[in-house]
């Protein structure tokens, strides 16, 4: 699995948008990208995945590039219970084991 | 949404003891499971792949017979900590692959006194 290289930590104001990048460069096709958070003490909770088209649910919006070697996870208004370590993951489509990385602890500061 | 059920949350033994943490997937059947530990301030650490009807996959440098993994049925799989020392306290993390991504039970605090 390709390996994915985040910063250690991001601060962002509380209803701004939090912007949290992810580089994996040797990415390749059949790789998705994969975001989780993990709240203090509590196990990881899925935020959300794509392959190459940009993707947004209820939680967040998932920006890949065109080469797909960095994606972007936003989280449009952020409150302080999206204070967390965010996990960018590339996992291949035939399943497999999810390789954690460092992540990048987020903090939502008032 | 599909749920991974971890139990116990927190558990304390004594030096010497086992200890068992059962994960459960409550609305969908899981014939592979994943156990992850996470020390505090680190990142979550792979240990082995749990595999209905067969043996586990251990990650390289985790003792298979001091990590023993049972994955009986399609909802279950244990981990017993066995002869637990207290280098063994940690947060240990389970998880489970419903239909895409994975679903992570909310851990178990794993204290050896």
């Known amino acids: 699995d390709a390996k994915t290289t985040q910063p250690p930590s991001m601060d962002c104001a509380e209803g701004r948008a939090a912007n949290l990048p992810c580089n994996h460069s040797?990415?390749?096709?059949?790789?998705?990208v994969y975001w989780y958070r993990q709240i203090h003490s509590q196990g990881p909770q899925y935020i959300i995945h794509g392959l190459k088209n940009n993707e947004t649910n209820e939680m967040a919006s998932l920006i890949i590039t065109e080469d797909r070697k960095s994606s972007t996870l936003i989280l449009p208004h952020a409150t302080l219970r999206d204070t967390a370590v965010y996990y960018c993951i590339v996992r291949d489509s035939q399943g497999g084991k999810l390789i954690f990385g460092q992540g990048t602890e987020l903090s939502v500061k008032p | 949404g599909a749920v991974v059920s971890q139990h116990p949350s927190r558990v304390i033994c004594k030096s010497g003891t086992s200890v068992k943490i059962e994960c459960r997937s409550l609305?969908?059947?899981?014939?592979?499971m994943f156990w992850y530990r996470q020390f505090p301030k680190q990142s979550l650490m792979l240990m082995a792949t749990s595999n209905e009807g067969s043996k586990a996959t251990y990650e390289q440098g985790v003792e298979k017979d001091k990590f023993l993994i049972n994955h009986a049925s399609l909802t279950l799989s244990t981990l017993t900590v066995t002869s637990a020392h207290p280098e063994d306290s940690s947060f240990y993390i389970c998880?489970?692959?419903?239909?895409?991504?994975?679903?992570f039970g909310s851990g178990t605090r794993l204290t050896v006194v």
């Open positions: 040797t990415i390749s096709g059949n790789e998705y």
């Open positions: 609305d969908f059947q899981a014939t592979t």
């Open positions: 998880s489970a692959s419903p239909t895409y991504g994975y679903t």
